[in-house]
């Protein structure tokens, strides 16, 4: 079908309200059954709903395009967290439908693809929850523009937020800050201490970054999982903790047969791999990144408070518009 051969003798369009004077009806479900963060139904509320008589004075551009843009991105960070709360879910379902040999040998029911399915879906899942902390970038990038380092409305990415958390000599004394200022050090202090772990959780959010780019740009066959089996004969996936990891680098070919060392594989996997399996991995990082999004979204509603009746910089919607992408394909030839 092409965009050419539809009708456009068009009578009706659908869409969806576009004025609101109260809290749409899956946004009222999502936060009573606890399937969103208390913080980012209060950014929601903050920001009038997004309804389209509402847009405040600091994102007041004539095109209509910053204030829209915000509730997108709110918008998707919604639909990113139901997705994720799916995919953590599948990927625990599927554990118990993976193939072992004890299953086989005692003829129990397995499905032969689950494993790999359950790769896809931790793959899907990772994607979804690193789109939501750069769904936070880009919003503070917003309001907060040019004030966070190297952080660009329109390219705006955690790891650079995640920078300028890091950066314990941000701080200011809060008589000589602006409003815009004060909120940006209350941002700052609220979402510090979530990164700023120690002890086995350090680097929490760098592992996710790594899996989320190696899983999305080289698939899994690229970060090989470790299937162990508990005493109770019950298998668990276990993912490295590095890139690469080659398991081919610790194997040499003996001619009689190798003997097993099982003291330096354990060692050899505890130095390599992740210490939970794929399910409370999956599990941790979801927390993780809720509370994230809980604290930063809720300080940001603060912050929209204070800010909305500011002046509208015109310099934001040009940094936003410089980046726009077009790409000139319409359609395939036909016989390619």
């Keep these: 079908m092409r965009l050419q051969d539809c009708d456009f003798n068009i009578d009706v ?7 609101h004077d109260r809290p749409e009806g899956d946004w009222v479900q999502d936060h009573e059954s606890g399937a969103i963060p208390t913080g ?24 209509n395009l910053l204030y829209s843009y915000l509730g997108n991105l709110v918008l998707a960070s919604r639909g990113s967290l139901r997705t994720a709360s799916r995919l953590r879910d599948e990927i ?11 299953k086989s040998m005692a003829g129990q029911a397995f499905e032969r693809d689950a494993g790999s399915r359950q790769m896809s ?11 939501l902390l750069d769904i936070l970038a880009e919003v503070s990038a917003l309001m907060f523009p040019g004030k966070i380092p190297k952080l660009t409305i329109g390219r705006a990415s955690f790891p650079v937020l995640r920078a300028w958390l890091e950066d314990a000599s941000y701080a200011v004394d809060d008589d000589l800050v602006s409003p815009r200022g004060h909120e940006l050090q209350s941002l700052h202090q609220t979402l510090r201490p979530l990164f700023k772990c120690e002890g086995t959780e350090k680097d929490w959010s760098q592992l996710l970054q790594l899996h989320r780019n190696k899983l999305a740009h080289l698939g899994g066959a690229t970060f090989p999982a470790f299937l162990l089996a508990d005493k109770d004969k019950e298998f668990h996936a276990f993912l490295p903790r590095r890139w690469p990891f080659i398991p081919q680098k610790f194997m040499k070919q003996e001619e009689h047969g190798p003997e097993a060392d099982l003291g330096s594989t354990q060692h050899l996997l505890e130095e390599h791999m992740v210490h939970v399996d794929l399910i409370e991995l999956s599990a941790g990082m979801f927390e993780r990144v809720w509370a994230v999004l809980d604290a930063g979204f809720d300080s940001l509603a603060d912050a ?11 310099v934001l919607l040009e940094r936003f518009l410089r980046q726009e992408e077009r790409c000139s394909f319409t359609s395939f030839e036909e016989g390619c």
């Design 13 to 19: 369009v659908m869409g969806g309200r576009l004025i």
């Design 40 to 63: 980012l139904f209060c950014f929601y509320h903050a920001a009038d709903y997004f309804s389209f008589d509402k847009t405040p004075p600091f994102l007041a551009d004539t095109e």
């Design 92 to 102: 625990a379902d599927l554990n118990a439908k993976m193939y072992t040999p004890y």
């Design 121 to 131: 879906s931790y793959k899907y899942f990772v994607i979804e929850i690193s789109s």
């Design 304 to 314: 929209y408070k204070r800010l909305r009746d500011f002046e509208y910089d015109p």
